[in-house]
């Protein structure tokens, strides 16, 4: 008998990533799975036991991936500052505010539950409801303070997701219980697991007549989340975040969590901690999140934050009150680093700022040879696949509001490339609106630049209708993603936008025997077209929208008419004009910048 292959499989995976492990078709797996009464198409999210049953049939025997080697492939390392940490001596540890991440499917009500922990108003303030940043907040509960990490929960999220997780010492999973367990809940308890920190269920929306909690706890029970009640370890909590209802339990429950962990940092140790977000303010500069871990920042610090660094300038807590310093588990803003990091960079405190440029300066070295051995690697292969005639290419220009919506849109188009044949490639991704140098960069390499929460400025809007270079701002990173899925599979219909090409005003009005009613005009700018179309107003109000049926000027029919000179006008199903209507003629044109 033949012994079965052995396959490590995650907490969940696409049906994708199931056939890649398997060296195996999409199409084999997707056929298993209907056999079993799954229906699922290519890229949908499948749990083990599911994704068990295919490898089982494919002649693997599957196992469960320990949580410490899902940590190491989402992380790369232990992090930073739990190695400092390590390295305390246990007299110096004291008791620190615990630090939690809400997570959860997209829609499950985590910003509107943060929302009303806080007495804030989030939710109403993000495009479509959905999270588009990372943020973190402090609130008191019986004399004690806890930090929120509020992380997005969008499916294009998973990556920063992942790294909410890592820096967090509690998880609340939220989980609307009309619509019970979804892919994007399965996905965060791996990740909470992933990063060994203890979960609580928030059973949010409770005051809907279709709840039905004792379904989704058996649901939960099944994934490994058995309620404290059924003689299991996870506290669950049910409330309204809407009707603010069970807050109260629910940081009780964070707190008696909290309790049972050993929470703990040396205030006077090494001072390290995580980038929560970074942005360019345009009057202040870089403006910098920060979770201190470990350690008490102080303003005139110097620091290094991945390949940014400088001198804390001046440093700010949540609610935007200038402090001194700031303690473990304190999130805090600080103005003073010369570059953006990205979100999730470990930052660390060093002697000085001739020590931050020389490990500033040694870390873009580094990037800058892997960068460069990359390009060369992945140019011979583009050589010889144009070789083969089997490559395409999109490439894309990527400009984000802030590298907290920069990393997540480069992740989900990098795993656009796994999914299509034509390859998309970015040239250039960068948080800041779009400009000149941008569209030039565009220009000269055939790109498409797209643009998340940023605007192109005039000159780069009138270089980039010149340059013919197209130009699309999204405010919600989903619908950028779907469009660029759109885009490589030929299926995005061009926008079309009405250009103006000239102006007039009705002087007189004849009657024709054969034409009826016709306008005696004047061009007052650009030129007025035969084929064109035209709106009539009358005061601000459009009288009319159509078709020029005919335009003359004197007595023969003309193709156009330009400033300054006279014409007699007819419209197609039009004779109300009045004298001193105004006609707007226009055309239809492809839009290159939206």
Same mark, same amino acid.
């Given at each position: 008998m033949t012994k079965m292959k052995t396959l490590e499989l995650p907490g969940s995976l696409t049906v994708r990533e199931l056939a890649q492990m398997m060296e195996a078709s999409p199409i084999q797996v997707i056929k298993i799975l209907m056999a079993n009464g799954v229906m699922a198409n290519i890229n949908q999210l499948v749990d083990f036991d599911t994704a068990a049953i295919v490898a089982s049939e494919m002649g693997f025997e599957a196992s469960l991936e320990t949580p410490e080697e899902e940590e190491v492939k989402e992380t790369g390392e232990i992090p930073l500052w739990r190695k400092m940490l390590a390295d305390e001596k246990d007299a110096d540890l004291s008791s620190r505010a615990p630090v939690v991440t809400i997570l959860g499917h997209v829609d499950h009500g985590k910003t509107t539950l943060l929302d009303a922990i806080r007495h804030t108003q989030v939710a109403e303030g993000e495009a479509g409801g959905i999270t588009q940043h990372i943020g973190a907040y402090q609130v008191e509960h019986n004399g004690r303070e806890i930090t929120f990490l509020d992380t997005p929960g969008h499916a294009a999220f998973t990556a920063m997701r992942a790294r909410g997780a890592q820096g967090a010492d509690i998880v609340v999973l939220v989980v609307a219980v009309n619509d019970g367990v979804m892919p994007q809940t399965k996905e965060a308890i791996n990740h909470a697991r992933a990063a060994k920190v203890p979960i609580i269920v928030a059973l949010n929306k409770i005051d809907r007549p279709d709840a039905n909690p004792e379904f989704v706890k058996k649901q939960l029970g099944e994934l490994g989340l058995v309620p404290?009640?059924?003689?299991? $370890?996870?506290?669950?909590?049910?409330?309204?975040?809407?009707?603010?209802? %069970?807050?109260?339990?629910?940081?009780?429950?964070?707190?008696?969590?909290?309790?049972?962990?050993?929470?703990?940092?040396?205030?006077?140790?090494?001072?390290? %901690?995580?980038?929560?977000?970074?942005?360019?303010?345009?009057?202040?500069?870089?403006?910098?999140?920060?979770?201190?871990?470990?350690?008490? #920042?102080?303003? %005139? $610090?110097?620091?290094?934050?991945?390949?940014?660094?400088?001198?804390?300038?001046?440093?700010?807590?949540? +609610?935007?009150?200038?402090?001194?310093?700031?303690?473990?588990?304190?999130?805090?803003?600080?103005?003073? #680093?010369? $570059?953006?990091?990205?979100?999730?960079?470990?930052?660390?405190?060093?002697?000085?700022?001739?020590?931050? +440029?020389?490990?500033?300066?040694?870390?873009?070295?580094?990037?800058?040879?892997?960068?460069?051995?990359?390009?060369?690697?992945?140019?011979?292969?583009?050589?010889?696949?144009?070789?083969?005639?089997?490559?395409?290419? #999109?490439?894309?220009?990527?400009?984000?509001?802030?590298?907290?919506?920069?990393?997540?849109?480069?992740?989900?188009?990098?795993?656009?490339?796994?999914?299509?044949?034509?390859?998309?490639?970015? #040239?250039?991704?960068?948080?800041?609106?779009?400009?000149?140098?941008?569209?030039?960069?565009?220009?000269?390499?055939?790109?498409?630049?797209?643009?998340?929460?940023?605007?192109?400025?005039?000159?780069?809007?009138?270089?980039?209708?010149?340059?013919?270079?197209?130009?699309?701002?999204?405010?919600?990173?989903? +619908?950028?993603?779907? $469009?660029?899925?759109?885009?490589?599979?030929?299926?995005?219909?061009?926008?079309?936008?009405?250009?103006?090409?000239?102006?007039?005003?009705?002087?007189?009005?004849?009657?024709?025997?054969?034409?009826?009613?016709?306008?005696?005009?004047?061009?007052?700018?650009?030129?007025?077209?035969?084929?064109?179309?035209?709106?009539?107003?009358?005061?601000?109000?459009?009288?009319?929208?159509?078709?020029?049926?005919s335009l003359k000027h004197g007595k023969d029919d003309v193709r156009e008419v330009r400033k300054g000179f006279e014409c007699g006008m007819g419209f197609k199903n039009f004779k109300d004009m009045q004298v001193g209507d105004r006609i707007i003629c226009y055309v239809m044109e492809k839009s290159n910048v939206l």
């Open positions: 404290d009640e059924w003689d299991g $370890d996870t506290i669950m909590v049910p409330v309204s975040a809407k009707q603010k209802i %069970g807050i109260e339990d629910l940081l009780e429950a964070i707190l008696l969590v909290a309790d049972s962990t050993s929470i703990r940092a040396n205030p006077a140790g090494k001072v390290v %901690g995580t980038v929560i977000e970074a942005e360019i303010d345009r009057s202040k500069g870089v403006m910098t999140t920060l979770l201190v871990q470990n350690g008490t #920042l102080q303003a %005139g $610090d110097a620091i290094v934050a991945g390949m940014a660094g400088g001198k804390i300038r001046a440093m700010f807590d949540f +609610r935007g009150k200038r402090i001194r310093k700031a303690g473990p588990s304190t999130p805090v803003q600080i103005m003073g #680093l010369s $570059d953006v990091p990205n979100a999730g960079d470990i930052f660390e405190v060093v002697a000085n700022e001739k020590e931050v +440029r020389a490990i500033v300066e040694e870390r873009k070295q580094k990037e800058k040879d892997r960068k460069g051995s990359i390009k060369r690697a992945s140019l011979e292969e583009l050589f010889a696949n144009f070789q083969s005639g089997t490559t395409q290419e #999109l490439k894309l220009i990527v400009k984000a509001d802030v590298q907290g919506s920069l990393e997540p849109i480069t992740n989900s188009l990098d795993d656009l490339n796994k999914q299509q044949s034509i390859k998309v490639s970015i #040239l250039h991704a960068e948080t800041g609106n779009i400009t000149e140098s941008d569209i030039m960069l565009a220009a000269a390499s055939d790109a498409v630049v797209i643009g998340f929460n940023v605007d192109a400025d005039a000159a780069a809007r009138r270089l980039a209708e010149t340059e013919e270079v197209s130009v699309r701002v999204y405010n919600i990173i989903y +619908r950028l993603i779907e $469009d660029i899925e759109k885009a490589l599979k030929g299926m995005l219909e061009p926008e079309y936008v009405e250009k103006t090409i000239g102006e007039a005003e009705i002087l007189a009005i004849f009657q024709v025997s054969k034409l009826g009613a016709i306008a005696g005009c004047k061009v007052l700018t650009g030129e007025i077209r035969r084929n064109a179309k035209v709106h009539i107003l009358r005061g601000e109000e459009t009288v009319y929208s159509g078709e020029l049926q």
